[in-house]
DNA sequence: CTGAAAGCGCTTACAG
DNA sequence: CTGAAAGCGCTTACAG
């Protein structure tokens, strides 16, 4: 007996269809399905909405790589994380930030290309390849550090990019400004309102710009307000907070408060000064730089400044969408605000 | 004065450099340039060296969008996550995993594709349409629900996918196995072990499917054990685990210890049973099912499963990867364990 | 309003 | 080993 089969196709994968596919069917050239489907003149109301239907029927959709390379957007915006695994798993500021950025982003139909590098170098070498490639329409380049690299080198790509933290404004680089300065004022301003006069800061990287930032508003508060003010530079690491806290509790006139730089130090010290018996806020008072549900939930529950990394994200991704589309860009400002709870008080002697 | 200037081009963006200025340059056909470039034979050593040189010379790229065009890769994995940004920005478990996924996809030039989704329908278009528009070469799933229309829906687009948390190998479709009854046991061990004979489960959401089989495994073991057990179902936010504990602890017969579902939810407990006065662990052991630094420096320390979403990350990662490369898949098993702190001790009644 | 054609930047048979 | 050509799926002038 014959096998009839023989001569069928074998099956391969199902062909994707085409505006040729559809063009066929509804009589008409590939031109005018183009110009149907995206909505432009050039074809009758009847016959666009003919070929409409056909590609609705067919199920068909725009080859992206054909768009791209035809010019049109890729629709992503790029963010390259330049820290390790383990930072960016711990802190709460990169989560946050980047569920903002995608709630932006997701609404106008945008995806997120992230990936981590080992260093600035690299970040920049993925950012090119990415632009180069049309595979992101713009970028984000967070924490610049000082002198960093990355900006300049983006801003001779041309393409739109918002730096998140710095107040570079130069060609096609447009930045999310935060008030560093303005911040540490507010948090200052608490603690020196509520009566402390012996404050201590213990900080993270200090290479960042946005951390040095914070280190000489600190100073210049300190200097102006007769403050008796001690940086301790840190670098975000919680053994280093303990090691710092350890050491102003020891020292023979301590601080009556200590302001930290993240989330995880404040944990840290605050557990060091529990484990050398000291009272928050009796003995000293504690604010943290970062603002969480630990933070409101811990016992103390703790002052934090609030500056709201998600608004961050979400100012970040409307800043490179207008940038993407040519309007001229409202940049946005985040607030940032203290948020009084029970780790600071007045200090008791 | 005639202007001179009239006739020069205008400033239009630098041309991209293309394979066939190269062509032109070397003096061979644009067919040679590309089997040049791409390693294959068919030209000879020394055309090739000469291609390659006038390639690195003119800083040539190739055309990501025209080599997808052609059925290239497209050297990046998609991610949808369908929580609600305040939720991503506040548990722990997200910024690890996808910490955890960036790492070994980086270390292979791969990308992360991601975006946040309303719902599982809406995750659902956005993989389809980031498979069919070849802008992803394969797709992860986090926490399956119980019945999840995902699954069934990429399993038909045939496509490499892995889905984290659930043991649904299908098609195209593998799994992480990630061992929740054999967790649950090795924390019901620890408290039973110390002693603990009256235990509450406060759980997340019971519609993800790794939940239910936590609590299931949960009330497996408290039967075979002749353990009280109690559970309460919340929903992975903090205020409704508040609640649960203080019903608990003003309970006539309360229990002697409270595993915590998520690391917020256990923060939250724990606050609540110090506003009650209730001490941890004297009056009540606590056990977090997830593990961050929070845990090891908060005061007391507390007892945590560590899961390792790092590592959960990074198997999901490179089980994709084997499945896009056509590798057969080495399942991957993330090891969990109790690391056992200060929250929880033998009973003192 | 509609059709026929060129072109985006690459890859891949097919001849020489 | 090398050249000339077709094709991937779209968009966009350019004629009718």
Not at 4 to 19: A, G, N, Q, S
Not at 179 to 202: E, P, Q, S, T, W
Request: hydrophobic share 40%.
């Amino acid at each position: 007996m014959v096998n009839t089969h023989d001569h069928t196709e074998p099956p391969r994968k199902r062909k994707r269809v085409t505006i040729a596919d559809i063009a066929q069917r509804a009589g008409v050239t590939s031109g005018a399905v183009s110009l149907a489907v995206n909505g432009k003149p050039g074809v009758s109301d009847a016959t666009r909405a003919r070929i409409l239907d056909v590609a609705r029927e067919l199920r068909w959709r725009p080859s992206h790589a054909a768009q791209t390379l035809m010019g049109k957007n890729s629709e992503a915006v790029g963010l390259v994380l330049a820290r390790p695994a383990e930072v960016i798993g711990e802190e709460i500021f990169f989560s946050k930030f980047i569920a903002g950025v995608q709630s932006t982003l997701s609404g106008r139909g945008y995806s997120l290309m992230l990936q981590m590098a080992e260093d600035a170098t690299a970040e920049c070498a993925i950012h090119q390849s990415w632009i180069l490639d049309g595979r992101v329409d713009g970028v984000l380049v967070l924490d610049p550090r000082i002198d960093d690299p990355r900006v300049e080198a983006l801003a001779s790509l041309d393409h739109p990019t918002v730096v998140v933290g710095g107040e570079t404004d130069h060609g096609s680089v447009r930045s999310v400004r935060v008030d560093n300065a303005g911040a540490m004022r507010l948090i200052m301003d608490h603690l020196h309102g509520l009566g402390h006069d012996r404050v201590a800061y213990i900080t993270g990287d200090q290479a960042f710009r946005h951390i040095s930032e914070r280190m000489d508003a600190f100073a210049q508060f300190c200097v102006d307000q007769g403050v008796w003010g001690q940086t301790l530079a840190g670098n975000f690491d919680p053994a280093r907070a303990r090691e710092a806290t350890a050491r102003l509790a020891g020292a023979p006139h301590p601080p009556t408060a200590i302001v930290y730089d993240s989330e995880v130090m404040t944990i840290a010290g605050m557990s060091t000064l529990a484990s050398l018996g000291l009272r928050v806020p009796g003995d000293v008072s504690v604010l943290s730089w970062e603002d969480s549900t630990t933070c409101q939930v811990l016992h103390p529950t703790i002052t934090a400044l609030s500056r709201d990394a998600v608004s961050l994200g979400r100012t970040a991704a409307a800043e490179i969408l207008q940038l993407i589309a040519g309007k001229p860009v409202e940049q946005g400002t985040v607030e940032s605000r203290v948020v009084h709870r029970e780790s600071t008080s007045a200090p008791e002697s």
